[in-house]
Structure formats: C-alpha cells, structure tokens
Nanobody, 119 residues
C-alpha cells in the first residue's frame, strides 16, 4: 500500500525559509517520479517542482531560484527547500508520486501540509 506523508509546514514571515519533507512507502523500487504541488486559497492546484526517475528537476517559473527539490533514495524521502518565501507562496503543499518517468498527473498523493507566509 503506497503512502506519502508530508511534514515541515508552518508559518513564516516573508523572506524566511522552510523545508518540507515527504516520506514515501509501498513502492517496489525507487523508480518513481515525485513532486510537490500546491493549492492556495481560491486558486487551482499547481505544480511547484518535480524530480523525474532520471533525477532531472523541473520548477514552476514562480519558484525557480527560490525553491530546491531533492530526493534521498536511501531514505525514500523527498524534500522541498523553500527560501525567500513570499505571501503568495501561502498554500497547502502536497507531495505526489507515480511509477512513471515524469510526474505530470501523478497517481499518489499525500495529505498535504500548510505553509503560511505573512507579510
């Protein structure tokens, strides 16, 4: 049974930093893509950053240069280091994964963790 468990959300002032973590379990191997998505109040869900099976990363334009996605295969853990946070980064952040090369529309989702950035 696949499970994704996020942690690390919280409240921070603009300009601050947070690191999100997501522990994955239930996958037969490490050959799955992972990514972070977010949904802000009154907004549609958007892709924030993904890492494909080959290790290549992709970022939304709005976070490029501020956020860094990484994966520790030995720990089955995905990270999102967020720096220079802005109020518009306020959202529920979801970890997602799928046994495909690239997480465009991933199958598996975590429960979400709230990030609130105050001005």
């Amino acid at each position: 049974q696949v499970q994704l468990v996020e942690s690390g959300g919280g409240s921070v002032q603009a300009g601050g930093s947070l690191r999100l973590s997501c522990v994955a379990s239930g996958y037969a191997s490490s050959n799955y893509c992972m990514g972070w998505f977010r949904q802000g109040p009154g907004k549609e869900r958007e892709r924030v950053a993904t890492i494909n099976v080959g290790g290549t990363t992709h970022y939304a334009a709005s976070v490029k240069g501020r956020f860094t996605i990484s994966k520790d295969n030995a720990k089955n853990t995905l990270y999102l280091q967020m720096s220079s946070l802005k109020p518009e980064d306020t959202a529920t952040y979801y970890c997602a994964a799928d046994v495909v090369f690239f997480c465009d529309r991933p199958r598996d989702w975590g429960q979400g963790t709230q990030v609130t950035v105050s001005s």
